[in-house]
């Protein structure tokens, strides 16, 4: 049972920042000794446990709500992530996660901020439209971030969370100086290039590539996105496309892809084709004289086998080879 008189957590389970074991309350770990608490904060789930370390679900001990913490990996650049960190307390923005603590424990660097939802970012959850507005709203975040002279280092799908209302969230601010993964990177940054405003709007772009597709582009020669999903507008592959634009310089700023994903959002792009519903299979009968060394299968209905011009090359060669064997 949670108690939160005086921001008690003396009664929930939580799990060792040590070991992973579950540990009751303010308990040291049975398994390996370490205390529960990272900075005030007792560690309720683990969400995602990458590069850049682990990232919890926490409750606050001093106020009882709920946090994210993220606990960075052992690096001997703990100072750098600290600062790192402090920087980003500065950022205040409706789609930026809020910095509230920074800390060290046991030699590992920690940051704790506003709870940004348990969720991540995925194209199999959200429609198009969906996925459009929640990088809109990113891009915003990364905008202003920009203009207070910070730059995301490695933005990628898990730098975006997504609250159970449907807030989009960007972390990762504070994580030192780790790119993002290849597909999510621009050409100049996998050339040794620091991380600058025109990358992050490559990452947004590849990023929401990846909703819009299913896949994340080939970080060497994305291929358009309607040819791997027909259903995407020319519009928003326009902008994908721009955003992902080999050339920095011809790159929208953050705020121009914000802009133009509103235009879309707003109906002024075109809109998506909408989806129509597989036609019936057609039902297939064996054509009389026919041996299954021809494989000749004609189609009751009036569909050609296959349809489309294979399918109609298909149906006049089995029925020429039906007219010679009668």
């Known amino acids: 049972m949670l108690t939160t008189q005086g921001g008690s957590t003396s009664d929930e389970r939580g799990l060792c920042p040590g070991c992973g074991a579950v540990v009751e309350g303010r308990g040291d770990c049975a398994s390996c000794g370490a205390a529960p608490l990272v900075g005030s904060c007792l560690l309720l789930e683990a969400l995602i446990d990458g590069r850049d370390g682990v990232l919890y679900s926490a409750r606050d001990s001093r106020t009882g709500r709920l946090v994210a913490l993220r606990l960075l990996p052992e690096s001997p650049s703990v100072e750098e992530w600290i600062a790192a960190a402090r920087r980003a307390t500065s950022l205040v923005h ?9 800390g060290v424990y046991r030699g590992r660097a920690y940051v704790v901020y506003q709870d940004a939802g348990d969720a991540a970012i995925t194209a199999s959850d959200l429609s198009l439209r969906e996925a459009v507005g929640l990088i809109r709203d990113a891009a915003t975040g990364v905008e202003y971030a920009a203009g207070r002279g910070s730059v995301h280092p ?3 799908p898990d730098s975006l969370r997504l609250t159970s209302k449907g807030h989009v969230f960007v972390i990762g601010y504070e994580s030192g100086r780790r790119p993002a993964a290849a597909p999510y990177q621009s050409p100049e940054v996998r050339a040794g290039r ?7 709007v490559y990452s947004l772009g590849a ?3 990846e909703l819009a597709v299913g896949r ?3 970080p060497e020669a994305p291929e358009a996105p ?4 027909p259903l995407v507008p020319g519009d928003v592959e326009d902008l994908i496309l721009k955003a992902m634009e080999a050339d920095p310089k011809r790159r929208p700023g953050a705020s121009a892809f914000a802009a133009g994903l509103t235009r879309w959002l707003d109906g002024q792009g075109t809109p998506a084709p909408a989806r129509t519903p597989s036609a019936p299979r057609p039902a297939w009968r064996r054509v009389p004289y026919a041996t299954p060394e021809r494989g000749l299968y ?3 209905s009036s569909t050609p086998p296959g349809g489309g011009v294979h399918g109609m090359c298909g149906y006049l060669a089995a029925r020429a080879a039906l007219r010679r064997s009668l």
């Open 207 to 209: 990023i929401l590539y």
């Open 154 to 156: 490695g933005l990628q």
């Open 226 to 229: 309607s040819s791997a999903n």
């Open 298 to 300: 004609i189609c009751s």
């Open 94 to 102: 409706p789609h930026l996660a809020a910095v509230l603590d920074v």
């Open 216 to 218: 994340a582009p080939d």
């Open 194 to 200: 620091a991380v600058d405003p025109p990358a992050n």
